[in-house]
């Protein structure tokens, strides 16, 4: 079933649709309805299906079904061909995160004797922002039977996590003035202004690793500030007219992101824009938010002490890295991180999944089908 899954390119800017195709008739074929949640332009998907009996008291299995490019990565096989090695599966998506979904498909037909049931939520463009979810999550929420929480399969080796980090994922566009590269005095350099804000903000990711306390269970332990992408000007002897770059914030539960993006624009109209505009009035600088997930951060739940029981461990942790389980549980759904593979392989080239891993999922997964028969 991982085998199958990889097998579909569903990088986020390809349509899922195809693999949404293959779920749902396996399903049908199991004698499971399941029904589409579709974005707006109908080119992806999400699927919700529930196998065992209409009631409360049951379980999500959240997934995402889309996986980051390969795209200048150098892979030693097909990223879309799963190959094993030795000990590992590879294949793109085998950690991140169809070993998940592909175990608790494979484990359908043994779902036959369930007394509450096991809600498949499998959604679109997490990669791009946790897109898709949202849409999901509130058929779930005013739909279906009250289930007494989410489990969401992000590798964790197979730990509880129970915090992670929330996402805002900006463009900045600086629009300069150009002019001969020999006459600065005259022209507005947007790729210079633009590296002016980013060294700001690097300053301001500095001081937040300073004030922020080091114990609270993530690393890095502090919000942080990156920026991923930047591109700018025309050529070496034309100062740059235009210059954009692509950063997000990773902020820390109790942490409000939006505090930083005020004080971004703050910096940019009262301390950057003034220059720029003395030599040319109609220099802009322009941020908007191309994303937003909330962090997670839950407490002691039914649905935690239930996936602790099954892994055998009390132990939790806290993750640096975004999922939808902040959009779950601010949908008022008990959630917790639970799933095989290591994020460390994640959005890597020649990524894996080790074959001990897919085993404890199924261990794990085969053990939640059994309590919920009981």
């Not at 800017?13 to 749902?24: A, G, H, T, W």
């Not at 499971?32 to 409360?56: F, H």
């Amino acid at each position: 079933m991982i085998k199958k899954l990889v097998g579909f390119d569903t990088v986020s800017r390809e349509s899922n649709l195809p693999l949404i195709d293959f779920v749902q008739n396996f399903l049908y074929d199991q004698g499971i309805d399941s029904r589409r949640v579709l974005s707006a332009d109908g080119q992806k998907s999400n699927l919700i299906a529930t196998v065992g009996p209409e009631q409360a008291g049951g379980v999500v299995l959240s997934g995402h079904t889309d996986v980051v490019p390969v795209d200048g990565q150098d892979w030693d096989s097909d990223p879309f061909t799963l190959m094993r090695s030795g000990s590992r599966l590879y294949g793109r998506g085998s950690c991140d995160m169809k070993g998940f979904i592909g175990i608790a498909l494979a484990l359908v037909p043994k779902m036959v004797n369930l007394r509450r049931p096991i809600h498949f939520a499998l959604s679109y463009d997490e990669e791009v922002g946790c897109l898709g979810a949202p849409d999901m999550i509130e058929v779930i929420r005013r739909e279906l039977p009250e289930p007494q929480g989410v489990i969401v399969g992000e590798p964790t080796t197979m730990g509880a996590v129970i915090g992670h980090k929330g996402m805002v994922g900006l463009r900045t566009v600086v629009r300069g003035y150009e002019a001969h590269s020999s006459q600065t005095h005259r022209g507005v350099s947007a790729v210079m202004t633009a590296a002016r804000l980013v060294s700001h903000l690097e300053s301001v990711a500095q001081d937040l690793a300073k004030k922020t306390p080091s114990d609270n269970g993530f690393e890095p332990h502090y919000t942080s500030v990156h920026v991923g992408v930047i591109h700018g000007g025309t050529a070496l002897n034309i100062i740059s007219g235009e210059c954009e770059f692509i950063w997000d914030i990773r902020n820390i539960p109790g942490d409000d992101p939006q505090l930083l993006i005020d004080v971004f624009e703050q910096f940019c109209r009262d301390e950057v824009l003034p220059g720029m505009r003395a030599r040319y009035e109609r220099c802009a600088i322009d941020t908007q938010v191309l994303a937003r997930s909330p962090a997670f951060d839950e407490s002691a739940s039914p649905i935690l002490s239930l996936v602790q029981s099954l892994i055998g461990s009390d132990d939790t942790a806290r993750v640096a890295y975004g999922t939808e389980a902040g959009q779950y549980q601010g949908a008022g759904f008990p959630t917790v991180l639970c799933g095989p593979g290591s994020i460390d392989q994640a959005h890597q080239p020649n990524e894996f999944i080790e074959m001990a891993e897919v085993e404890s999922g199924e261990r794990f997964l085969s053990a939640l089908v059994t309590e919920l028969s009981r």
